[in-house]
């Protein structure tokens, strides 16, 4: 196997390493940017208990949930970055909107496109239309991006392993690869998930485990996320639009060739990484999520730069828990945006300039990504039109709850959290 990164332990790379602590914190820096969050619930605190729980136990290395939970409302909210923090009430957000646990969000011209859950939309911002695209093998969204020109658009199934690509027009699918048909069958803990009953048998009778997906309409979440071979959760275009993957449980990304489907091992020794991704200026980057490291790459793949967290303002909340960079994603020329979970904070770092600054955002929101925010001002007036509406509130005594309603302004979900952070009893599926 090619590997272009190295394991954090290899001299030569620990010695480019750079700590965000050590930059240059500017007040003023990026303020004059919109950006676009997806928040895909608000149970991070319930969520950061149910991980510290799970390293204590046997094989803490393999990150992930042992069985499919269900789906929680979350939100979209547009910001300007002239804030220093995202309040829970949302009452600097420009406009926010529900949605059923949104992961990604990417705008072409006046289209929108949103994933989340098990569905994938597109909205006309102008006139007001939704459309929905769908696929048999699509669970678990994480991903969803618009190649160069608009007419397609590339979206990751974390659930199946897969990584499909829709026609805009006419919303059909237009190219598909899946990770288990092409040698990524095997999960960290041994089994075997195949799609067909040919591989099955072949793999049973060299004496591994097997586990038969024939029929994904058995599976309404996908598999769950620390027995899936991949968990794919990211797929982006590359320049010539190839698609760049990464490999969450493998620590891994490759190169798909649309033309072939054939890979290429482009990065290994990362920690369930996220968003591998070309640069604006050249090059790419990439999220190493639980080693908290932005790593900038040259068009070769190879590291040029490693800026750490991990002494970064702020606590991680328990030591247990290890750094989290959910997502990274270049906003201006140079300027990147790192969603750090654990710190409830979102930076921006301007590379050239070695500059930083801090965000934060209240510690029950899983921010899952952000995007540039370029919607027209008509997006404002969408909201209680074709997405619901989203209303938070913090009581008197501290306590939380945020609303969602449906288009006919009922109230169809409210999540109430204590002054600590978490739903009555901590006993929330997350």
Not at 91 to 118: H, K, Q, R, T
Request: overall charge negative; glycine content about 8%; hydrophobic content about 35%.
């Amino acid at each position: 196997m090619h590997s272009s990164l190295q394991p954090v332990s290899n001299p030569s790379v620990e010695s480019i390493v750079e700590e965000l602590s050590d930059f240059r914190h500017d007040f003023h820096l990026g303020r004059d940017l919109r950006i676009i969050a997806t928040v895909k619930n608000c149970f991070q605190v319930d969520k950061n208990i149910r991980q510290e729980a799970q390293r204590a136990k046997q094989n803490p290395e393999i990150h992930g949930r042992e069985k499919v939970r269900p789906f929680y409302y979350g939100l979209v909210a547009a910001y300007s970055l002239a804030h220093d923090r995202f309040t829970w009430d949302l009452a600097d957000a420009e406009w926010s909107f529900s949605s059923l646990e949104p992961y990604c969000i990417d705008v072409f011209d006046n289209l929108m496109a949103l994933c989340g859950g098990n569905y994938v939309e597109i909205v006309n911002m102008s006139s007001g239309v939704k459309r929905s695209f769908t696929h048999p093998w699509l669970r678990q969204a994480h991903s969803v991006q618009f190649s160069k020109d608009g007419r397609r658009l590339l979206v990751s199934s974390s659930g199946f392993d897969a990584v499909f690509e829709f026609d805009v027009a006419s919303g059909k699918t237009c190219w598909e690869w899946f990770a288990w048909d092409n040698g990524l069958d095997q999960s960290r803990l041994g089994e075997y998930y195949v799609r067909t009953r040919e591989r099955a048998e072949e793999l049973i009778v060299q004496g591994h485990k097997v586990v038969l997906v024939d029929d994904p309409s058995q599976y309404e979440l996908g598999i769950p996320t620390r027995f899936c071979p991949v968990h794919i959760n990211g797929a982006f275009y590359d320049r010539e639009e190839n698609v760049l993957v990464t490999l969450f449980q493998q620590g891994a990304a490759i190169r798909v060739d649309k033309a072939t489907g054939k890979t290429t091992d482009i990065a290994s020794g990362l920690v369930n990484p996220h968003k591998l991704h070309p640069r604006s200026e050249g090059g790419y980057y990439v999220a190493d999520t639980r080693r908290g490291e932005l790593l900038l790459l040259d068009d070769g793949y190879q590291v040029e730069w490693r800026i750490s967290l991990r002494t970064a303002p702020g606590e991680v909340r328990s030591p247990t828990l290890t750094e989290f960079l959910q997502s990274v994603s270049e906003v201006e020329d140079g300027l990147f945006a790192c969603v750090d979970i654990h710190r409830s904070t979102l930076w921006l770092i301007d590379v050239n300039a070695r500059r930083y600054r801090g965000v934060s955002f209240p510690r029950e929101w899983s921010v899952h990504d952000i995007a540039l925010n370029s919607c027209p001002p008509a997006m404002k007036d969408l909201v209680g039109k074709i997405f619901g509406r989203v209303d938070a509130i913090i009581d008197a005594e501290g306590r939380k709850r945020i609303s969602h309603f449906s288009l006919e302004g009922a109230e169809n979900t409210a999540y109430i959290l204590g002054a600590d952070g978490r739903t009555p009893g901590g006993r929330i599926e997350i």
